[in-house]
């Protein structure tokens, strides 16, 4: 009787390793990041084969993402010029311009530059800026990339009202005779920032940016070429020792040092579909990591 008992257990045991085998065979364990029901996660316990798809733009291979703004910071200063004597130095004074109300005002939000006369003296001069961080919240959940290339792009307008000053109703982009004129060229010029504005907000005044490295290029009017400051913040290209940088700056050409109110040249435009275009390539699994050139 008790060989029989024997007998039966272990045919249960038996059976039971088989299955608990054959279950174990749909499993396995991953370390890299996958989609597992709509949810990108690393597991560390065994996942049901059919559970599992890597989503496209983690596989191995050159992929694109057009990543949209996800913070930004407006900022402007403008210079103003006391009013001219009339008649010599002590005899009389000139009414020069007034500008409008505490700049920047209706123009918070655009960019470009612009100045003013009244008359024949210089009024006022002012620079705008736009600071834009991007949502890299996918790009960042790939562990292994080789960053090919990143383009900023953006749709370019003339902003809607510009009156700088009282009297002054300028054009927001005019030419230095205060004639609206085209500006196939656009107002807006890429830069990027040395400051770490999106973390801590500096001080009053413009943003201060980072010279000729890393290099931004321009392309076309509305089209930069900005490869190297996304390596060197989303990749492993910063040189040692170098500076981190943090998003775009979107600014107005010339400094406020640069302009003197001479003439009335206005270019100050609204900016809207910012974008940032990654392409990076994914190495196939078991391969060197490629690093950017």
């Keep these: 009787m008790s060989r029989r008992v024997s007998f039966r257990i272990a045919s249960r045991f038996s059976v039971a390793v088989r299955l608990s085998l054959a279950f174990a065979s749909t499993l396995f364990v991953v370390a890299d990041p996958l989609e597992v029901q709509g ?61 409008i109300g505490k700049f920047p005002g209706h ?44 383009i900023l792009t953006y749709d370019e307008s003339a902003a809607p009202i510009c009156p700088l000053v009282y009297g002054g109703p300028n054009a927001c982009w005019q030419s230095g005779q205060g004639i609206p004129e ?19 907000v500096p001080p009053s005044g ?41 998003g775009f700056l979107l600014s107005g050409g010339p400094s406020l040092d640069q302009l003197t109110a001479e003439d009335n040249t206005v270019c100050i435009s609204a900016l809207a579909n910012i974008k940032l275009h990654v392409t990076y390539t994914v190495p196939p699994e078991g391969e060197p990591f490629r690093a950017p050139r």
């Design 39 to 99: 949810q990108i996660l690393r597991p560390k316990v065994p996942i049901p084969r059919e559970l599992i798809t890597l989503p496209e733009y983690m596989r191995p291979g050159q992929h694109t993402l057009s990543l949209d703004v996800a913070q930004s910071l407006s900022r402007a200063i403008d210079k103003r010029y006391k009013d001219v004597p009339v008649i010599g130095l002590l005899i009389g004074r000139g009414v020069t311009c007034v500008p």
């Design 107 to 150: 123009l918070s939000g655009t960019v470009g530059w612009g100045q003013s006369e009244w008359g024949d003296s210089p009024c006022m001069a002012a620079v705008l800026q736009l600071a834009v961080n991007f949502d890299t919240t996918k790009l960042d959940k790939i562990p292994v990339k080789v960053i090919d290339r990143a």
């Design 182 to 200: 085209d500006k196939p060229d656009g107002c807006a010029v890429v830069r990027v920032p040395s400051v770490n504005w999106a973390e801590t």
């Design 206 to 246: 413009l943003i201060p940016y980072a010279g000729a490295s890393p290099a931004v290029n321009r392309i076309s009017a509305r089209e930069w070429d900005v490869t190297e400051p996304v390596r060197w913040q989303k990749g492993s290209a910063a040189p040692l020792g170098a500076s981190p940088t943090y």
